[in-house]
Nanobody
Framework: VQLQASGGGLVQPGGSLRLSCTTSGFSLDYYAIGWFRQPPGKEREPVSCISAGDGTTNYADSVKGRFTISRDNAKNTVYLQMNSLNPEDTAVYYC????????????????WGQGTQVTVSS
């Protein structure tokens, strides 16, 4: 089982990035995927998640309306489109997989990818 997050980088405030979480060894039909982030000097926090099956989505209040999670089961990939980025979005972003239903509890996630750095700065 592997998850690999990619797509991070340096972007100016107001800009956009699209993160990808490429998975292997399991099916997105049966695993929910969550995106988490860890800002510098802070604890890891949930950002968004998408369920297995019907693809129900959920967002943290801080990103609602700006971020969109989606998936392409054929490519075994989950995306996080991030728009209107601001410096508070600077963090290492991680994706993770859980066989549980939609959840933000880190402990429910069995598999984690390595992080990808997102820096929002002028």
């Amino acid at each position: 089982v592997q998850l690999q997050a990619s797509g991070g980088g340096l972007v100016q405030p107001g800009g956009s990035l699209r993160l990808s979480c490429t998975t292997s060894g399991f099916s997105l039909d049966y695993y929910a995927i969550g995106w988490f982030r860890q800002p510098p000097g802070k604890e890891r926090e949930p950002v968004s998640c998408i369920s297995a099956g019907d693809g129900t989505t959920n967002y943290a209040d801080s990103v609602k309306g700006r971020f969109t999670i989606s998936r392409d089961n054929a490519k075994n990939t989950v995306y996080l489109q991030m728009n209107s980025l601001n410096p508070e979005d600077t963090a290492v972003y991680y994706c993770a997989a859980t066989p549980s239903s939609l959840t933000y509890r880190s402990s429910d996630y069995l598999y984690w990818g390595q992080g990808t750095q997102v820096t929002v700065s002028s």
